[in-house]
T-cell receptor, first 112, second 114 residues
Framework: AQSVTQPDIHITVSEGASLELRCNYSYGATPYLFWYVQSPGQGLQLLLKYFSGDTLVQGIKGFEAEFKRSQSSFNLRKPSVHWSDAAEYFCAVGARGNKLVFGAGTILRVKS | KAGVTQTPRYLIKTRGQQVTLSCSPISGHRSVSWYQQTPGQGLQFLFEYFSETQRNKGNFPGRFSGRQFSNSRSEMNVSTLELGDSALYLC?????????????FGPGTRLTVT
């Protein structure tokens, strides 16, 4: 069965510092991978997706992610974090049809 | 284009009652999926509808049901509410089924069962 692991429940970074959120997946075939962000009381906003091709994908708000098949990872990165990036981030893998299997999420705190 | 809309945004119900939540997908999108989000279980897939047919179903009891109309709008129904059904219910729309398109989420309906 498909699964997604986000090892870090909480991460705190200083404003202007770089960020990396980890995501490991389990899936038999070539995965469709996604990162979503959720602000308090809001729905999920898609940051970026990987379907195939270039393993480094660019998303909105200056985020990027790198797909590494050998490590079953799809880590999210941002070179310089802004206070407005504080939110919860979810990694997801596409399963059968449009079903998404989500990780538990990582809460990002940004300190000034 | 307008985004995914969900109504109502907030709902308070009593144990044993039933509830219906509504989701209007992005114009032109024909697939609607539903998810339950709780602090303990996280985001869990409920079901997906495409062209008025349920295409996929998650591991939830039969009290959870849904349907889709010809205009792609979808409703989900929860009967005999339990305290554990308190959650944020999110719907997501996509142009088609098959997983090759991204899904766009609505703001959710916050259901509280007392």
């Amino acid at each position: 069965a498909q699964s997604v692991t986000q090892p870090d429940i909480h991460i705190t970074v200083s404003e202007g510092a770089s960020l990396e959120l980890r995501c490991n997946y389990s899936y038999g075939a070539t995965p469709y991978l996604f990162w979503y962000v959720q602000s308090p009381g809001q729905g999920l906003q898609l940051l970026l997706k990987y379907f195939s091709g270039d393993t480094l994908v660019q998303g909105i708000k200056g985020f990027e992610a790198e797909f590494k098949r050998s490590q079953s990872s799809f880590n999210l990165r941002k070179p310089s974090v802004h206070w407005s990036d504080a939110a919860e981030y979810f990694c997801a893998v596409g399963a059968r049809g449009n079903k998404l299997v989500f990780g538990a999420g990582t809460i990002l705190r940004v300190k000034s | 284009k307008a985004g995914v809309t969900q109504t109502p945004r907030y709902l308070i119900k009593t144990r044993g009652q039933q509830v219906t939540l509504s989701c209007s997908p992005i114009s032109g999108h024909r697939s609607v999926s539903w998810y339950q989000q709780t602090p303990g279980q996280g985001l869990q897939f409920l079901f997906e509808y495409f062209s008025e047919t349920q295409r996929n179903k998650g591991n939830f009891p039969g009290r959870f049901s849904g349907r889709q109309f010809s205009n792609s709008r979808s409703e989900m129904n929860v009967s005999t509410l339990e305290l554990g059904d308190s959650a944020l219910y999110l719907c997501a729309s996509s142009p088609t089924s098959g997983g090759t398109y991204e899904q766009y989420f609505g703001p959710g309906t916050r259901l509280t069962v007392t």
